[in-house]
């Protein structure tokens, strides 16, 4: 895996995400909209995707037909939210803290015709903390789950209008 961070609009990468499920969604009768706006922060691309993936692939895969998932991106002036809400089987107070552990199954009869490793979330969670980013999780059995990422500050990149650092390097630029 390439770890080399870079510039990333989550947004444009959460409708990527969501356009590669768009199959298994309809597939099982889910409704997967995006919103938000254009968010820009600095990470792991290919990670970055995983998380959106993952989240996506999962609110599908423990839903109902007929329900739907919501995967939001926005961005205040110092943090991105990401969230994904899904109207799925939702998770019990008891699993919640536990989901993110390498193959960990809430439900071991559900997990076999769900399909998958058991090692999505987890790899959510590790892509997470790589980009230190805070993970929530906020569900109701037979209501839904929401899980939310919040990339700090540190994540976004420097302000374009710094003109101090752009005008010292125009000037180098000339001479």
């Known amino acids: 895996l390439d770890e080399k961070r870079a510039e990333v609009d989550l947004f444009?990468?959460?409708k990527a995400a969501a356009a590669d499920l768009e199959s298994a969604a309809k597939k099982k009768e889910v409704s997967l909209t995006v919103t938000g706006s254009?968010?820009?922060?600095?990470?792991?691309p290919q990670l970055l995707y995983a998380i959106l993936h993952n989240l996506c692939d999962n609110a599908i895969k423990y839903n109902r037909p007929g329900g739907s998932v919501e995967v939001s991106v926005n961005k205040d002036e110092n943090r991105i939210l990401l969230s994904v809400r899904d109207t799925g089987i939702g998770i019990a107070k008891e699993h919640q803290e536990r989901i993110f552990e390498r193959f960990y199954r809430v439900d071991k009869s559900h997990s076999k015709e769900a399909g998958g490793t058991g090692l999505g979330l987890s790899i959510?969670?590790?892509?997470?903390i790589l980009h230190n980013a805070e993970i929530t999780v906020d569900s109701t059995p037979g209501v839904g789950t929401t899980i939310?990422?919040?990339?700090p500050a540190e994540s976004l990149p420097s302000p374009a209008g710094q003109s101090d650092s752009k005008a010292g390097q125009e000037i180098e630029v000339k001479t």
């Open 12 to 14: 444009v990468l959460a």
């Open 38 to 44: 254009s968010s820009l922060l600095v990470g792991i």
């Open 124 to 128: 959510v969670k590790h892509a997470a």
């Open 148 to 151: 939310t990422l919040t990339f």
